[in-house]
Structures are given as C-alpha cells and as structure tokens.
RNA sequence: CGGGGCGUAGCGCAGUCUGGCUAGCGCGCACCGUUCGGGUCGGUGAGGUCCCCGGUUCAAAUCCGGGCGCCCCGACCA
C-alpha cells in the first residue's frame, strides 16, 4: 500500500508533552495516537508491528505446548470475590456497575479467572499439566501513566498460565517457559536480561523478569560487575558491610536540636551516617486488620517496601500519619526503638546487628541517645532483610562483586506461585507466566 | 495523593506579566500556477467555544475565583 493511501499521517513536530524519544517516534511515525493519559489508539502501522509481535509469542507459546484462548476483559465481582482479591485489589482494580446494578471489574490480569474457568474445567489430576494463553487487553487504573507507552492503562499483554499436579512438574515447565521468553526475544530482535525478581502480592516462590536496559524505564535493577548475578530493586540482596566494632560505649543522651534528618544528626554528632539508627513507619494494611508498624534500620540504608511487606507476611503498606506515630508514644524526627510500648510492632532490618554504639532518637524532642547497641540496649523480635541495595555493594553470589544498577523497563516476567488462591479450596497448583507485547 | 509545569487553528509556537487595532507566525491542508524532478518555488484560501464555568471591567486570550484535562518529579505499581 501506498504511504499516499495511508490512514495515519506523520507529524514533523512532535507533541509537547512528549518527552521520551520512544514516545515521540512512535506519535510522530504514527504508530499510535493518545485517546487519554495512558490510553492509545494502535494506528495501522503499529498494529501490524503488534501482529507480527504476537505471531512470534504464538508460535513459541504452541511450541511449548499452550493452547490459545480469550478471556474477557469485563469480569463479574463474583469471580473477584471468590479469589478475595476484590477488596485487596486496591484502585488498580477498576470496578463499575451496570445499570442494573451488578457488579463487574475490567481485568487489570486474569489468574482469577484462571482460576475460576480451571476449577470448572479440570476435574482430575490426570488433566495435568496444562498450559493455556491469550492475547489480551488489560486495564489497570495506574496511578500515574508515564512515558508515553512505558506505563499504559489500557494495553495489550501475552498472559500464559499452567497448571501442574506437583512442583516437579511446574518446575519443568518454569524452565521451558524461560526458554520460550529467550526465543521470542531473540526472533523480535530485544535485547533482554533476565533478572531475579519478587512475586510481590502474588506470592509463591521463584520469578524471573526479562527487562530491557533503558534509561527511561519505570524502576532499576542491579547486576553484578564480575558475576552473572542479576536481580531488579525489589529482590536484590546484597552484602552488608560490617563496620569494626571498638569497645561499646555507655548509653548517653545528648541534646540534638533541630535534627530531624539523619543528615543533620549524623553530622551534630559527629558520625558517620552508617553509625545512626533510623526509624520508619508504616500501617501495615490487611483486609481483617491493618497495624502500625515500627521498623529500625541502619541510617545510611533505605526501606524496600517489598521486602517488608514480604517480611510481614503480605498485605499492603502505606506510609504512617504524623498522629498515628505520637498515638504509639514515638516522637516524629526523634524516634527511638527504645523504651516502646511493648505492644508495638518492631521489625529491624538485619542492618542493625552490623555497626555498634548507634546514635538513636530518644523519644524526646530535641535529644538522641548515642552508644546504643543491639542486643543489649534494645533486642528487636523481628529481624529481616528489609534494605533495599544500592549501587557499589557487594553482591552476595559472588561475594565480592559490585553491583551496579542500571534503568530497566520490564518486558515479560515468569513466576512460579505456591497455590492460586487459599480460598478456593481444590484449586491446582499454577503459575502465571507473561508481561510482554506491550507494543 | 503531594510538588512543579502547561492548556491559543490538525501539529509546533508567539501574544498573557503591563486588559483595548480584525488574535498572529511556521508547518500541514485546499485550490491555481511553476518545475524533468523534488520535503521545489510563487500565489490565493479555508480553518479558532483562545480548556470550561463564574466574577471584575466601558472592554478579558490577558485580571480574580472555582473546575476539568495533559505532562514531568515523588508516592504507588498484584
């Protein structure tokens, strides 16, 4: 056909509010048009780059045995509810009501329906394994699109999922999905890495992530500079550094006036900042309860929410108000694990344990206490791996790597999942796999 | 949800601070001419709720109040 004949024409300016490159040649080119933030029309052109895209994943999906369907993006609360993911959700999860009255969800994934189509379809274990995908749109009520087609709400995503009588056998299939997601890679022409990732709120054990080196993408994840060591932000481990510990000083409490950050305290003191405890809070969110949590961390790390809410055992958490930290007799800006109502919820991160005479708040405006020491100023009940790694530490597997921590933009992901849903009873175990051919 | 920016012709912009000619410019579009050809050159022309609502004023794109939308940073991201 000719260009002439062609539906889309091109821009020679691109649209100001076009900022990345990648979103500006794909406008420009007319491979997409915007509707709303995060919603596009596929112009001719870049529906024949998606058809060509989804021809690639057919036939590797039908390779490895997966057979196609197409679920509906507009779902009834009741498979919602039967999963109990329609009041955990969150606002991703966009609900709405038919004039009648009934309730429905656009499907932001389809594990639920997964679960519900398989819990009607397999009546025994000598079905198994099966491995099932689509083609789909799904929506997510994203916060915030970004980046042209980075972040959509509306897209298009390749979802496979298989469902297995026993870990062997979903173990076996892991891997030859891992094996398909390379071959599309590879025949679409991206050059991807794959990364340790987290399942997050899905649970389960074991994921990986195929991620695109881009400046622009949405978060981070780190690699090891000696090693193949490859890990996104939310799962990456790494080594802590352990300073030499001298001989333990006395608990002191000193006025530190006008210190509410751990910059200013660290440098009143006269310490480095790897010397200070510092003190965040959040309200651990269930749908039965939500609970103020108090964690501890050394002050030159910073809290990976991911790696909390995995230490808390799932749920949700949100940042913690100014009243709700007095409301447990803490003193915002001058916090202190010690002295604590007991009922409140301390986790530590394992940080604490490396370092010793710890300048701490004191629960007191304007005061610090200095030569606090773990376990014998204050023994936390919880300890974990809650810091999020940061460029130039150690990774763990080779052990004296260095990490360094490039943009990533997520391109698939396969994730092995424990059971679907304990609500449902007799469900079989699966996983999910797939993320890709957002164009 | 917090911080910042923007909204004037299909696209890119000027005009707004300091209210007042008929709201302009480039590209694109239509028509006529021109060129072997061209992202050619020349001419003519169409196209505007100046984001919306309200207010101030003799007079509002411009000032004031409210709202909506879009982009960026952060929070969030199952």
């Not at 025994?124 to 709400?153: A, C």
């Not at 649970?203 to 500079?225: I, K, N, T």
């Not at 301390?346 to 005479?357: E, L, P, T």
């Not at 597997?397 to 999942?417: D, F, N």
Request: aromatic letters at 8%; a negative charge; hydrophobic letters at 45%.
């Amino acid at each position: 056909m000719r260009v002439s004949e062609l539906f889309t024409r091109t821009l020679r300016d691109a649209p100001a509010d076009a900022d990345l490159v990648s979103h500006q040649l794909a406008i420009r080119a007319g491979l997409v048009r915007p509707a709303a933030a995060g919603i596009y029309a596929i112009m001719p052109l870049g529906w024949r780059v998606i058809r060509n895209i989804a021809r690639v994943l057919r036939e590797e999906m039908d390779a490895v045995g997966g057979q196609e369907l197409v679920m509906p993006v507009v779902q009834p609360a009741e498979i919602w509810q039967a999963s109990g993911r329609w009041d955990v959700f969150g606002p991703v999860l966009q609900k709405f009501a038919s004039d009648a009255g009934r309730e429905f969800a656009l499907a932001p994934t389809h594990e639920d329906m997964v679960a519900y189509l398989a819990a009607r379809e397999i009546a025994s274990y000598k079905q198994l394994p099966q491995v099932i995908y689509q083609i789909q749109t799904k929506y997510r009520n994203e916060p915030r699109p970004r980046g042209g087609l980075i972040r959509l709400r509306e897209f298009t995503m390749k979802d496979a999922y298989s469902l297995h009588r026993d870990a062997d056998d979903l173990a076996r299939v892991y891997e030859e999905m891992v094996r398909a997601y390379w071959r599309v890679f590879e025949r679409v022409g991206i050059e991807a890495v794959a990364v340790e990732a987290d399942n997050g709120a899905m649970g389960g054990s074991g994921s990986h992530e195929f991620v695109l080196r881009h400046a622009q993408g949405e978060a981070l994840f780190a690699a090891c500079d000696t090693c193949d060591y490859r890990a996104n932000s939310e799962a990456a481990a790494f080594v802590l550094d352990q300073p030499e510990i001298g001989a333990l000083q006395p608990v002191e409490k000193v006025a530190t006036p006008d210190c509410k950050t751990i910059e200013d305290v660290a440098a009143y003191v006269g310490v480095p900042r790897r010397q200070t405890l510092k003190a965040v809070f959040f309200v651990h969110e269930r749908p039965e309860s939500s609970r103020f949590v108090f964690v501890v961390i050394r002050g030159d790390l910073e809290v990976n929410e991911v790696k909390l809410i995995n230490a808390l055992g799932g749920g949700e958490l949100r940042a913690a108000t100014d009243d709700e930290i007095r409301a447990t007799g803490a003193v915002p800006g001058y916090a202190s694990p010690l002295g604590l109502d007991p009922g409140v919820l301390v986790v530590a991160d394992q940080s604490v344990r490396a370092g010793a005479n710890f300048v701490v708040g004191a629960n007191d405006e304007g005061y610090h206490l200095t030569g606090v020491n773990v376990p014998r100023d204050f023994d936390p009940a919880h300890v974990a791996d809650i810091a999020e790694a940061y460029e130039g530490r150690a990774v763990p597997a080779a052990r004296r790597g260095i990490c360094t921590w490039s943009g990533r933009s997520s391109w698939g992901t396969v994730s092995s999942l424990a059971r679907a849903t304990p609500r449902q009873s007799a469900r079989p175990i699966w996983t999910r796999t797939g993320r890709p051919a957002r164009s």
